[in-house]
């Protein structure tokens, strides 16, 4: 609120003049990632993390306790490694292998004892209706 103030406050920038000439200011997130690009690490892409399941599945058990203890292996080496050798090693090769290579299709055939489901609008209507006729 403008108490006191004058109308020359009211009035709106010059046509080129900016209200905040030094832009909206970098949040400290942005600024701890910039940081961090500028020493030289990167972000992480989905291909990064399918590359990292990949190389996993494909060491030794005594490879894969080293890289979990490595203090030094980045943190998604050293966490998903964590987890293969954990209780629920299992579930986490079945969720990286979903994740990096796609689920396996699955296929449930329910009503149709294998004939395929060839019907127009209409006679989907027609079956729908009768349906609904039945539950009265």
């Given at each position: 609120m403008?108490?006191?103030?004058t109308p020359e406050n009211l009035k709106p920038?010059?046509?080129g003049q900016s209200g905040n000439p030094k832009g909206r200011?970098?949040?400290s997130v942005r600024i701890?990632?910039?940081?961090?690009?500028?020493?030289g690490h990167g972000r992480v892409s989905v291909a990064d993390v399918k590359e990292v399941y990949e190389v996993l599945l494909g060491l030794t058990r005594v490879e894969i306790l080293?890289?979990?203890k490595d203090p030094e292996q980045p943190i998604l080496f050293g966490l998903v490694a964590k987890e293969i050798i954990g209780k629920k090693g299992a579930e986490m090769l079945e969720k990286m292998l979903d994740r990096a290579h796609g689920k396996a299709n699955q296929s449930h055939d329910?009503?149709?004892q294998g004939e395929s489901i060839n019907r127009?609008?209409?006679?989907?209507?027609?079956?729908?209706r009768l349906a609904d006729n039945k539950e009265d």
């Amino acid at each position: 609120m403008n108490k006191g103030g004058t109308p020359e406050n009211l009035k709106p920038f010059k046509p080129g003049q900016s209200g905040n000439p030094k832009g909206r200011a970098k949040s400290s997130v942005r600024i701890i990632c910039d940081q961090y690009k500028a020493d030289g690490h990167g972000r992480v892409s989905v291909a990064d993390v399918k590359e990292v399941y990949e190389v996993l599945l494909g060491l030794t058990r005594v490879e894969i306790l080293a890289v979990a203890k490595d203090p030094e292996q980045p943190i998604l080496f050293g966490l998903v490694a964590k987890e293969i050798i954990g209780k629920k090693g299992a579930e986490m090769l079945e969720k990286m292998l979903d994740r990096a290579h796609g689920k396996a299709n699955q296929s449930h055939d329910v009503t149709t004892q294998g004939e395929s489901i060839n019907r127009t609008t209409e006679e989907l209507l027609k079956i729908a209706r009768l349906a609904d006729n039945k539950e009265d």
